[in-house]
């Protein structure tokens, strides 16, 4: 009986695989030669799990036990793993924004910049030339960068009403981020191949860059703002420098100039710029074909590589398209969300390539761009799936503890709001959801967790 289980399993495994892949004149034939052992397999029967994550589950169990000793958490990380979050979680739907874009929304966060005052802040203030407001950012596939009014009125405008049309670009944006130091002053990437400084108050450009040849998918500032990082699907990261004349003048715009480019293996897909506090100012960058991590110091444009294999083999499975830094202990934690289709995500010790986790199973594919965040305790992140939801994940305990709904298209950016403890998420939809704290649920999970 146990035999007989096993082909029918076995039969079904092969089945699926060559459907999944496209094989479809060799799925036929398969089809054809087993017919008799296929229609004699009962309805319900289970589905078998896909034969990519039957070979990763070898692959990791053949390496758990001489790696059991190497994947030990420090007595710091074992404290951190094991103290419990605070039972409270950005899960509960706060605004759903539905107006704002009508065509699919790319990229989303929050900001507080600066902007033109209103009548009445002049009224009031004559001398007033800038005024800082709370805004939701959106960039959407209609090329626009649009700005929301969140929780306070400016003028006329009230919370909800966008109140700032921006286009840097002839194409869609990709990337956003603002000065450390300047909240007039935005970063913009975008699938036209340029980069954009653009000056909020004023509503202009302050400068572009040309510098690329194909999306430019990634782009961020230095943590102190003094240069600015960008990346590109041309297999290049760009360097850019801060300019000796306005790094003199604190109040002056600043400006930059190309310092340094690197080539890399294939497609740049992540990029993390890491907290400074106790490290040379350094930048994460992952790609497509290739099983690396590369930390870029900022100065010196050195590169120290981690393999992303276990087994220190090159051997590419996946690519790292999402790759950010805890926030609760200065970056020690570096997640890295992959395309494999057994939905890995993985939990490296920082300038290592130590891997303390590794998390299966929230729905994706090949041609997913799976985004995550982290919650502001580090003791959750959350994750997108290609079933239009947003699972949250508990790092010590490995448990699913929460799924947000709501989304009915593919989710396409997260943002987290450590000031309001506030997860934004913008979706194909057209819609843009923040999500605000409520219980954590009883911890369950269907993920498989290889520590």
């Not at 397999?41 to 036990?65: F, G, V, W, Y």
Request: with cysteine; net charge negative.
């Amino acid at each position: 009986m146990e035999y007989r289980r096993l082909v029918n399993e076995a039969h079904l495994i092969v089945q699926e695989f060559l459907q999944s892949n496209g094989y479809t004149k060799a799925a036929a034939a398969f089809e054809q030669d087993a017919l008799s052992i296929l229609e004699d397999i009962p309805k319900s029967t289970p589905a078998p799990k896909p034969l990519i994550e039957i070979l990763t589950d070898i692959r990791m169990n053949q390496l758990h036990s001489q790696l059991s000793q190497l994947n030990m958490p420090s007595q710091v990380e074992e404290q951190d793993f094991t103290t419990p979050g605070q039972g409270t979680m950005p899960n509960q739907t706060q605004t759903v924004y539905k107006e704002i874009h009508p065509v699919n929304i790319i990229v989303t966060r929050t900001a507080s910049v600066a902007v033109k005052p209103c009548w009445q802040d002049l009224e009031a203030d004559p001398e007033m030339t800038s005024k800082q407001v709370q805004a939701l950012i959106t960039a959407a596939a209609d090329r626009t960068v649009k700005f929301t009014l969140l929780d306070q009125a400016h003028g006329d405008d009230q919370p909800g009403t966008v109140f700032q049309i921006l286009q840097p670009h002839d194409g869609v944006v990709l990337d956003i981020d603002f000065h450390p130091h300047h909240p007039e002053l935005m970063l913009t990437s975008a699938m036209d191949k340029t980069v954009v400084l653009t000056n909020t108050i004023m509503g202009e450009e302050h400068q572009k860059f040309k510098d690329h040849t194909k999306f430019v998918v990634r782009a961020k500032f230095a943590m102190d703002g003094a240069a600015l990082i960008t990346a590109s699907h041309d297999k290049t990261v760009n360097f850019y420098k801060q300019d000796l004349i306005s790094s003199q003048n604190p109040s002056q715009l600043p400006n930059y100039t190309l310092e340094k480019t690197l080539t890399f293996k294939g497609a740049v897909e992540g990029m993390c710029v890491l907290p400074s506090k106790n490290r040379a100012p350094t930048v994460i960058i992952g790609t497509r074909d290739d099983n690396y991590l590369h930390y870029v110091d900022l100065t010196t444009y050195n590169i120290v590589r981690y393999n992303m294999n276990v087994n220190k083999d090159d051997w590419v499975s996946f690519t790292p398209m999402e790759i950010s830094a805890s926030p609760h202990n200065d970056g020690g934690y570096i997640l890295v969300s992959t395309d494999s289709p057994t939905g890995r995500q993985i939990l490296f010790r920082v300038d290592s390539a130590l891997q303390l986790f590794n998390y299966y199973g929230v729905p994706t594919d090949g041609f997913s761009t799976p985004r995550h965040v982290w919650d502001k305790s580090g003791k959750y992140f959350y994750v997108t799936g290609n079933d239009h939801k947003i699972y949250c994940v508990e790092v010590g305990t490995q448990n699913v503890v929460g799924t947000l709904d709501g989304h009915t298209s593919v989710v396409r950016g997260l943002y987290m709001d450590y000031e309001r403890s506030m997860l934004v998420s913008c979706s194909f939809d057209k819609s843009v959801r923040t999500w605000v704290n409520g219980p954590v649920a009883i911890a369950t999970s269907d993920m498989a967790i290889d520590q």
